[in-house]
């Protein structure tokens, strides 16, 4: 009360007098240290001040136990939840190591669910949902469903194919507006079929489009006929430069040691062959129209006949290095008589067949050495094709001269072989099993043994482009392997 006014020489009674009017004046401080007694009497001592109680010691290794195991505890709660709304491992894995906690983990973990899960199946754009689902399950299904609408087969379709199926084209792209986050809620068809003709506004169905035409088309591409491959050898091509096929000679035969026990080292003679892959293409479009009347039949179409077109190229390719007989390095035709590799014009029958045999058997290599080139293929046009298989499966030769009893020695012998790209009516050839003699080699860049599908789509006015490439090239690269006749 000092430091208030009250003098230092003041009376207690002065004193207690002066707090009451502190106190009527409303000024805070520290009031008396004793009771307050009644009028005359004494106040009593009051006790001397307690020091403040002390927080019991804690044990450090102990409070270190204690906090990593709150700290396990928040992990093991972070990654239950996050694991459940579906978030990446590396996710999660930097929400723990970041210190989130628990809390904010759960936040992360709604909006990663508000983010990645779509409306799914039918009628979910509008408002009915059917389920929540992951967007790579939504493609997985909305793909297998458009698959199974064109009519291909799909083992095992992905949960919810079936519903898709029966989907509208203008109800998937919906579907995958919503996913990419555009609300489609009052738009009508042709505003959607607009958008999903726009790079902006969703890859999700570029993707969906660029899938069913890889599917499509790759499936189309392995059903049409390719009767050249058991024909011919196989190789890759790494680039677009000419490719080279280098020919070695024939071992030479095997010697007596010399006067001084030495063997004689081998000399082998080579030459080569060259051909290049090339590419083809094309583009394949989803216009707007196909969109808003659902012609998923008509895309379907145009893809399945790319499909084949791809591998119409490649006959024609093969084909046309026979039927066209160029020269080769060493400046003769493929089938020529300077390649003895060709036969008096005869019509297919069991004696020419013979002929052609004893041909291939005589063929010699670079150095003169005997080849012994058996037989494995005929290959004829469609005109021959039926004589060829019953001249090759008939149990007794097939010659009216002869009765049903006679053996026929070219049953099962060789494997015919027949396309429409062998023009000659009366043609004819044999050819030795490639993997020994290989006559043609074929090539694909990289070893992509069929059509590419670009992973980007091409935007452009009111439609979206799917571009297909196909990288391919053939070349002869020996003549002993094959000798043609051309029939009568």
């Known amino acids: 009360m000092i430091t208030n006014g009250l003098r230092a020489e003041a009376t207690e009674a002065e004193a207690w007098e002066f707090h009451k009017q502190l106190q009527a004046g409303g000024v805070s401080y520290v009031g008396p240290e004793r009771a307050e007694a009644a009028p005359g009497q004494q106040r009593s001592a009051e006790p001397p001040p307690q020091p403040a109680p002390q927080a019991p010691a804690v044990d450090p290794v102990e409070a270190i136990k204690a906090a990593l195991a709150a700290d396990r505890q928040r992990a093991a709660e972070i990654e239950d939840v996050c694991t459940i709304a579906g ?4 996710a999660i894995r930097s929400l ?10 759960r936040k992360a973990a709604l909006e990663h669910i508000r983010k990645t899960s779509v409306p799914f199946g ?6 009915a949902q059917v389920g929540l689902e992951a967007p790579e399950k939504f493609r997985a299904a909305a793909l297998d469903g458009l698959l199974m609408r064109c009519g291909r087969t799909v083992d095992k379709p992905a949960d919810g194919a079936r519903e898709f199926r029966g989907m509208r084209m203008l109800d998937i792209v919906r579907e995958c507006l919503e996913l990419s986050g555009v609300r489609t809620r009052g738009m009508d068809p042709r505003a959607i079929a607009s958008r999903a003709l726009t790079a902006a506004s ?8 660029g899938a069913l035409v890889n599917k499509t088309l790759i499936g189309a591409y392995n059903e049409a006929p390719a009767t050249w491959r058991v024909l011919v050898a196989r190789s890759d091509a790494s680039d677009f430069k000419t490719k080279y096929a280098i020919k070695l000679s024939g071992a030479p035969d095997l010697v007596a040691k010399n006067e001084n026990g030495e063997f004689q080292t081998a000399e082998f003679s080579d030459s080569k062959e060259s051909y290049g892959i090339s590419t083809r293409g094309r583009i394949i479009r989803l216009t707007r129209e196909m969109i808003i009347n659902d012609d998923l039949g008509g895309f379907n179409r145009i893809a399945t006949a790319f499909g084949y077109a791809a591998r119409r190229w490649e006959n024609s390719v093969v084909y046309g290095l026979l039927t066209a007989n160029g020269n080769m390095s060493d400046g003769n035709a493929l089938f020529s008589s300077a390649h003895n590799n060709t036969l008096t014009a005869a019509a297919l029958s069991a004696d020419a067949l013979g002929t052609a045999r004893a041909k291939m058997r005589r063929q010699t290599g670079m150095k003169g050495e005997k080849l ?12 021959l094709e039926t004589t060829a298989e019953i001249l090759l499966r008939s149990p007794a030769l097939p010659t009216a001269t002869m009765s049903a009893g006679v053996y026929n020695p070219w049953a099962g012998k060789l494997t015919p072989v027949s396309d429409p790209l062998i023009t000659d009516t009366n043609a004819w050839y044999l050819f030795a099993n490639p993997a ?15 059509p590419y599908i670009e992973e980007e789509a091409i935007f452009a006015a009111d439609s979206i482009g799917i571009l297909v490439r196909h990288d391919f090239g053939a070349g002869v690269v020996d003549h002993v392997g094959a000798v043609y006749n051309e029939g009568a």
């Open 87 to 90: 978030m990446e491992p590396q």
């Open 96 to 105: 723990v190591v970041a210190g989130t906690s628990v809390d904010e983990a």
């Open 122 to 127: 039918p009628g979910a754009a509008s408002g």
């Open 202 to 209: 969703t890859s999700d169905f570029a993707n969906l489009l």
């Open 372 to 383: 012994d080139v058996l037989a494995a293929y005929i290959l004829t046009g469609p005109e």
């Open 436 to 450: 020994m003699y290989p006559v043609l080699e074929v090539a694909w860049l990289m070893g992509e043994e069929q």
